[in-house]
C-alpha cells in the first residue's frame, strides 16, 4: 500500500447468518483505495450494503473475508480493543441517527472522544466550545439532546466527529432526516470542515447531488460495486 493511501479496502465480504441457518451475504468482494484528502460517496439503493461497507472501513465491525487499512493499519484482523484504538485516533463517524448521549449535554457529548482518551481538560473543552461555535450551536452548549432539533442532533454529531481531528470523517446519510435548508447547511459544514482541516471524506448518500460533490462515487448494487466513477475536478469543492 503506498503511504499516501488513507483507506485500503481489498476484497471485503460480509456475510450474516440469516434465520434458518442460510448465509446471507450483503457485500461482495468490494475493493477500492482512498488517496489522503480524497472524498468518495457510497451511493446505491436501499439495503445494498452501504452502512456495512462504512462500518466495516471505519473499524466497527469486522469482514468475513478480506482486508482494511486504514491509516497504515490493517485493522480486520484486530481485537475490539484495538480497532477501539484505531477508531479513536484516526476516525470520526457521524451515524444516521446521530447516537448522542441522551444523558450529555451538546458540550458533554463533543467531548466524549477526548474524555475516552483521558484527555478531557480545560484546552479540550475550550475547542469543543470552538467547534459548536463552528456548527452554529455556540449559545446551546449546556442542552440536551432532547432539547434540540434533529438538524441541532446531526450538527452536535458532526463536531463531535471532528474532536479528534480525524484524518478520514465517515457520515452515513448525513442529510437523510434533514429538510431542505438544514440538510443543505449541514452539506456545507461537512465540505468546509473537510477542507479547512484536510480529512480524508466518505460519506453515504441518497442524494446525488450531494454525492457529486466527491472526487469519486462509488456504486452499489446487491453488495457488490457497479461502478466507480471519478469526477472532473469542476464538480467537487475540495
Ligand atoms: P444500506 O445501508 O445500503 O441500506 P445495509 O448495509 O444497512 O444497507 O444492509 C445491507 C443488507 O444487510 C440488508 O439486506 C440488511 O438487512 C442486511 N443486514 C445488515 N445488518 C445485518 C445484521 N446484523 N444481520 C443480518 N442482516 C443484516
Ligand atoms: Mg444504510
Same mark, same amino acid.
Given at each position: 500500500m503506498s503511504v499516501q493511501s488513507m483507506l485500503n479496502v481489498q476484497r471485503l465480504t460480509k456475510t450474516y447468518q440469516a434465520a434458518g441457518g442460510r448465509d446471507l451475504t450483503v457485500l461482495k468482494e468490494v475493493s477500492f483505495s482512498l488517496a489522503a484528502g480524497a472524498s468518495l460517496a457510497i451511493v446505491g439503493p436501499?439495503?445494498?450494503?452501504k452502512t456495512t461497507l462504512l462500518g466495516l472501513c471505519a473499524g466497527l465491525d469486522q469482514p468475513t473475508t478480506g482486508t482494511v487499512e486504514l491509516a497504515g493499519e490493517?485493522?480486520?484482523?484486530?481485537s475490539e480493543d484495538a480497532r477501539a484504538r484505531v477508531r479513536n485516533l484516526h476516525v470520526g463517524f457521524v451515524f444516521q441517527n446521530f447516537? @448522542?448521549?441522551?444523558?450529555?449535554t451538546a458540550l458533554e457529548n463533543v467531548m466524549v472522544p477526548v474524555e475516552l482518551r483521558g484527555q478531557g481538560g480545560a484546552e479540550a473543552e475550550a475547542e469543543a466550545q470552538r467547534l459548536l461555535g463552528r456548527v452554529g450551536l455556540g449559545e446551546r452548549t449546556d442542552h440536551y439532546p432532547v432539547q434540540l432539533s434533529g438538524g441541532e442532533q446531526q450538527r452536535v454529531a458532526l463536531a463531535r466527529a471532528f474532536m479528534n481531528r480525524p484524518k478520514i470523517l465517515f457520515c452515513d446519510e448525513?442529510?437523510?432526516? @434533514?429538510?431542505g435548508d438544514t440538510a443543505h447547511a449541514m452539506v456545507e459544514l461537512i465540505f468546509g470542515l473537510n477542507h479547512e482541516k484536510q480529512t480524508t471524506l466518505v460519506l453515504v448518500t441518497h442524494d446525488l447531488d450531494l454525492a457529486r460533490r466527491c472526487q469519486r462515487i462509488l456504486r452499489l448494487k446487491g453488495g457488490a460495486v457497479v461502478s466507480d466513477e471519478e469526477l472532473a475536478p469542476a464538480n467537487h469543492t475540495n
Open positions: 436501499s439495503g445494498s450494503g490493517s485493522i480486520g484482523a484486530l447516537q @448522542l448521549v441522551p444523558t450529555l448525513p442529510t437523510g432526516n @434533514l429538510d
